[in-house]
Every structure is written in C-alpha cells, then in structure tokens.
C-alpha cells in the first residue's frame, strides 16, 4: 500500500543521494550506513524506555532504503549484489527493530506477553521474506500478502513513536497500550501473508509436478 508513495519519497532524497554520488559514495555504502543507524536507534533506545527518540533516530536512517535503489539506477550501478546486499540489511534492521521492542517489555515496560508478541513479529517477518525469497529460488512467485513489509515497518514505527510522544506529553501511560495492539495486528498480517505464500507456492508446485510427470509419461 505505501509503496505507491516511494515516488515522492525519492523524488525528496534525490538531490542528497546525487550529491553522495558526487562524493564518491557507492550505493552498498548507503545502504550500510542506514541499517547502522536504524539498528543502532532501535538496540540502543528502546530497551531504555526511549521510544520516541529511537523512533526519531531510525525514521533518520530508514530512507536509505529509498537512496540506494536511486542512486544504483542514477549512477548505472545496478547490481545481482547490491540487491542481495539491500536485502539482507533490510532482514537486520528489521530484527533490530521488533527485537529493540521485546527488549523494551523485557525491561522498563514490564510485559513478557508483550515481548514474546514483539518476538513473534520478528520472526513471522522473517519467515514471509524466506518465503518469497525461496519461492523464487525454485523459480516461482510468492509476492502476495495483506502487508507488505513497508507497511508492517511504518505502522509499527508511527504509533510506537505516537504513542510515546502523547504518553510523555500527558504523563499518561495508558497510551502505550496502542504499541501491543499494533504489534498483534502485525502478527495477524504476517501470519495471514504467510498461510497466502504458502498456498500460492502450494498451486504452483502442484502445476510443475503435473507438467513434469505428464512430460515424464
């Protein structure tokens, strides 16, 4: 769903990526330095308490993502790696983020439930990403799904840091509520995007077996 605002987002970042390629700066550089900076704002505050801030500093990091994928296509620097490379620093910041969460809950926020359901993000977001990755292994497609991960990472980034900008503007704690009422939608729509991964994949299969054991005979 967000994807339709890539655009506009790369068309705001355009003229800083240019000027990175002016100074020499690759792509893969970029896209390192932003998993850095979205590990180290969501390792580093969260699991103090600070929501917002880590919120502030990985929003300040994450738009990398949009950067080297224009500064590869600007500079003519598309690569078989750059897009392994992209992808499997998305994996990292990623874990980082629902991991920072649960470490979150496991300290100052004072919920297991809500740490294991933090873990369970983590890994359900995992597990759609293998799927589509290891169904295009086996050359076919899994890009279904209700949530795309774009959308899973925002909505969960916009209401933590929401929620915890109202909770140190009232003083109310009661806010933070909306963190673990997103996470469990999150869960729904990984689970959900799975089951759809899974049954694409299965009806594939099932059509290349046919065609194999029909050419076979």
């Not at 979205?38 to 738009?63: D, E, K, M, N, Y």
């Not at 690569?79 to 649960?102: E, K, N, P, Q, V």
Request: charged share 10%; hydrophobic share 50%; with cysteine.
């Amino acid at each position: 769903m967000l994807e339709r605002f890539r655009q506009f987002w790369t068309n705001v970042w355009a003229p800083l990526a240019n000027l990175f390629l002016t100074w020499g700066i690759s792509p893969n550089t970029v896209t390192f330095v932003g998993t850095i900076g979205v590990v180290a704002g969501a390792v580093i505050f969260f699991p103090q308490g600070a929501l917002l801030t880590g919120v502030l500093v990985i929003t300040a990091f994450v738009f990398s993502d949009i950067m080297d994928g224009y500064m590869a296509r600007a500079s003519g620097k598309v690569s078989t790696f750059g897009a392994f490379w992209d992808s499997t620093l998305d994996r990292i910041g990623d874990a980082a983020i629902f991991g920072g969460l649960a470490m979150y809950y496991v300290g100052p926020g004072h919920n297991n439930w809500y740490a294991g359901l933090a873990i369970y993000c983590l890994s359900m977001g995992s597990v759609t990403s293998y799927a589509r990755a290891r169904a295009e292994s086996l050359n076919m497609t899994a890009k279904v799904g209700i949530a795309e991960r774009a959308d899973r990472l925002v909505f969960t980034l916009v209401t933590t840091g929401i929620a915890d900008l109202i909770h140190l503007l009232t003083g109310n704690e009661d806010w933070l509520i909306a963190i673990p009422i997103i996470l469990g939608l999150m869960a729904l729509a990984n689970t959900i995007t799975v089951i759809q991964r899974v049954q694409t994949v299965h009806q594939q299969a099932l059509a290349i077996d046919a065609a194999r054991e029909a050419a076979e005979n």
